[in-house]
């Protein structure tokens, strides 16, 4: 049976982010890794609807990650958008932990794993 596209190494993933300086309590880290799996998948539904298709027959994979700063969370959003990778932002809205507006996730994908791995790879594990 032909590969699909997207299978082969990894198939579908999607990469959540986020940002180590604000030093989250580990329910905080959580759900905000989970509002950016809900955008990014709905987002899809929409946009990207093929590898959504792919990313949730493979099992929805998903791995979190964390980035010690803002700005190198706005690098990598913008490195994914240049290789065509979809990405949001999961903005707080200030009730607990964070600021209200502060940037707390940043969700890639759903994607190629081959793709996002060459962009957060070496990113360490939340």
Same mark, same amino acid.
């Given at each position: 049976?032909?590969?699909?596209?997207? #299978?082969?190494?990894?198939?579908?993933?999607?990469?959540?982010?986020?940002?180590?300086?604000?030093?989250?309590?580990?329910?905080?880290?959580?759900?905000?890794?989970?509002?950016?799996?809900?955008?990014?998948?709905? =987002?899809?539904?929409?946009?990207?609807?093929?590898?959504?298709?792919?990313?949730?027959?493979?099992?929805?994979?998903?791995?979190?990650?964390?980035?010690?700063?803002?700005? #190198?969370? #706005?690098?990598?959003?913008?490195?994914?958008?240049?290789?065509?990778?979809?990405?949001?932002?999961? #903005?707080? =809205?200030?009730?607990?932990?964070?600021?209200?507006?502060?940037?707390?996730?940043?969700?890639?994908?759903?994607?190629?794993?081959?793709?996002?791995?060459?962009?957060?790879?070496?990113?360490?594990?939340?």
């Amino acid at each position: 049976m032909p590969a699909k596209k997207g #299978e082969g190494p990894g198939g579908y993933k999607v990469v959540l982010v986020l940002r180590g300086e604000l030093r989250l309590t580990a329910g905080k880290a959580a759900v905000q890794a989970a509002h950016a799996a809900v955008m990014l998948t709905l =987002a899809a539904q929409s946009k990207h609807p093929g590898p959504l298709t792919e990313w949730l027959r493979e099992g929805q994979k998903k791995i979190a990650l964390v980035v010690p700063t803002l700005s #190198e969370m #706005e690098q990598l959003d913008r490195l994914a958008r240049s290789k065509g990778i979809p990405t949001v932002w999961v #903005e707080d =809205a200030g009730f607990t932990e964070v600021p209200p507006g502060t940037r707390t996730c940043l969700g890639l994908g759903p994607a190629p794993a081959s793709l996002l791995d060459g962009i957060t790879g070496s990113l360490p594990l939340l």
